[in-house]
Each structure stands twice: as structure tokens, then as C-alpha cells.
T-cell receptor
Framework: LAKTTQPISMDSYEGQEVNITCSHN???????ITWYQQFPSQGPRFIIQ???TKVTNEVASLFIPADRKSSTLSLPRVSLSDTAVYYC?????????FGSGTKLNVKP | SQTIHQWPATLVQPVGSPLSLECTVE??????LYWYRQAAGRGLQLLFY??????ISSEVPQNLSASRPQDRQFILSSKKLLLSDSGFYLC?????????????FGPGTRLTVL
């Protein structure tokens, strides 16, 4: 399973766009890149998943370059309620491993 | 739509006592089921996963065990709790036949062993 590396923490202000980058140098051909959000004392919540190029949903965008060795989660116009831990995972069915994630702190 | 339940939400147990945490999934059949533990300020540690009734794979040898008596029921147990068993326990499911393995998590159980 590919190991991922992401910043431990980030600060932002309300209304700004936040980009969190994750590196996964050992990603395999069949692996998908998945991002989760977790609030304190809650289970992680699926945000977005992609294989290559760009994926967008109502919550976020995911940018994946051609070599797929990194990915960037983009959160448009964050609010205080986006303060959470964000996990980047590389998965290939059935099981995967969570790292420590990126703690995003949104300030007023 | 699919729903995953866990209970109890919180639990305080003395050292040496037994443990039983239950997880059930609604709205899907033949799910893959998972138990994770999360220590304070840390990421999730995969403990067990199951691809079918009676099929359990252990990721970390420890004081815990898991069982899957029914298709959509997953139980985490211990005969004698240790202080180190304290943590936030999360159950998750993923589609067993389709999708890309995306897992969906329950609300979790906060276990404190005193």
C-alpha cells in the first residue's frame, strides 16, 4: 500500500481557498486517491476521490498531475466549520491505512 | 441509502473487564466491514476487517478480537481490557462487489479504561 505524506497542520482565514497537497510517490497503477474529513469525536467523512487530472464535486476539487505522485485537495472559500483534520489515502480496494492527516484551522 | 450504526456511543470500563462493541449496517448486502481505533490526536489504526460472515482478518495482534455473526453485523470484543485499549473505536463498511473500496464510517465509540 502506498504511503502518503501531507503537512501536519495549516492555517487559513474564512473566505479563502485552501489547497492541501499530499505526496504518494509509490502509487500503483490501480490505486485511487481519496480524501476524508474528520471532526473531533466523529468518524471520517468521505470528501472526494480521483484517479487522474481533475475531479470536482459540491464540496471540493481534487487535482492530480500526470505522474500521479502527488495530489492537491482544494477547498473553495472555507468557513469556520471546515476546521477539521483532512486525510489523504491511496487505496486499491478492501483496505487502506490512515496517516496522521492535516489539521486545518480556519480563523475568522 | 446505507446507514451504519455503532453502540454504545461512550463507555467507561475498569481494567480487566470484558468488552463488546457492536456495529450494524443497513441498506446494503455483503459489505466489507472494518474496525479501527484512533488514539487521541492520531490517525486511524486498522484492527480487523471482514469480507464475509465468519471471515475475519486481524491487522494488529493484541488484546482484542472480532466476529461477524451476520452479514451486516460486526462485533469487537475483549475478555480483559487493558489501559492501552482506551481510544475511539470506529466501524466502517465498503461495498464488497462494486466501487473502489471507499469506506464509510460510523459515529464511533469512545472507550475509556480506568
Amino acid at each position: 500500500l502506498a504511503k502518503t505524506t501531507q503537512p501536519i497542520s495549516m492555517d487559513s482565514y474564512e473566505g479563502q481557498e485552501v489547497n492541501i497537497t499530499c505526496s504518494h510517490n509509490n502509487i500503483a497503477t490501480n490505486d485511487y486517491i481519496t480524501w476524508y474529513q474528520q471532526f473531533p469525536s466523529q468518524g471520517p467523512r468521505f470528501i472526494i476521490q480521483g484517479y487522474k487530472t481533475k475531479v470536482t464535486n459540491e464540496v471540493a476539487s481534487l487535482f492530480i498531475p500526470a505522474d500521479r505522485k502527488s495530489s492537491t485537495l482544494s477547498l473553495p472559500r472555507v468557513s469556520l466549520s471546515d476546521t477539521a483534520v483532512y486525510y489523504c489515502l491511496v487505496l486499491n480496494f478492501n483496505k487502506f491505512y490512515f496517516g496522521s492527516g492535516t489539521k486545518l484551522n480556519v480563523k475568522p | 441509502s446505507q446507514t451504519i450504526h455503532q453502540w454504545p456511543a461512550t463507555l467507561v470500563q475498569p481494567v480487566g473487564s470484558p468488552l463488546s462493541l457492536e456495529c450494524t449496517v443497513e441498506g446494503t448486502s455483503n459489505p466489507n466491514l472494518y474496525w479501527y481505533r484512533q488514539a487521541a490526536g492520531r490517525g486511524l489504526q486498522l484492527l480487523f476487517y471482514s469480507v464475509g460472515i465468519g471471515q475475519i482478518s486481524s491487522e494488529v495482534p493484541q488484546n482484542l478480537s472480532a466476529s461477524r455473526p451476520q452479514d451486516r453485523q460486526f462485533i469487537l470484543s475483549s475478555k480483559k481490557l487493558l489501559l492501552s485499549d482506551s481510544g475511539f473505536y470506529l466501524c466502517a463498511w465498503s461495498s464488497g462487489t462494486s466501487g473502489r473500496g471507499t469506506q464509510y464510517f460510523g459515529p464511533g465509540t469512545r472507550l475509556t479504561v480506568l
